[in-house]
């Protein structure tokens, strides 16, 4: 079992920059690939981006391609989503997950969750 909490989400304008931090406790954290989903009202959970548990192999959604970043700092058992020129159509909440495989781009091949936090990008 691993618990996640997410942080760092907020109100910012466009153009402005996040960081998110993905904070896990219980099971080994660090044997487990980590992704970040984002879900905005009406619409379903999307991928953003994914890390291996080592760090050496991420992936990235097309839309975040070049703004986004992903590391993990497994000493800390925690991850992050850093997050650059924000646009307005970032707005959704934003959730970490933990499961086997990196590749792996669906809300199905997670098996862990954490609660989300609000990112807001006002114009």
């Known amino acids: 079992q691993v618990q996640l909490v997410e942080s760092g989400g907020g109100l910012v304008q466009a153009g402005d920059s996040l960081r998110l931090s993905c904070v896990a406790s219980?099971?080994?954290?660090?044997?487990?690939?980590m992704a970040w989903f984002r879900q905005s009202p009406g619409k379903e959970r999307e991928f953003v981006g994914s890390?291996?548990?080592?760090?050496?192999?991420?992936a990235y959604a097309d839309s975040v391609k070049g703004r986004f970043t992903i590391s993990r700092d497994n000493a800390k058992n925690t991850g992050y989503l850093q997050m650059n020129s924000l646009k307005p159509e970032d707005t959704a909440v934003y959730y970490c997950?933990?499961?086997?495989?990196?590749?792996?781009?669906?809300?199905?091949?997670?098996?862990?969750w954490g609660q989300g936090t609000q990112v807001t990008v006002s114009t």
């Open positions: 890390i291996s548990w080592r760090g050496s192999f991420t």
């Open positions: 219980g099971r080994s954290f660090s044997t487990n690939a």
């Open positions: 997950a933990a499961g086997s495989y990196y590749g792996d781009r669906f809300v199905s091949g997670y098996v862990y």
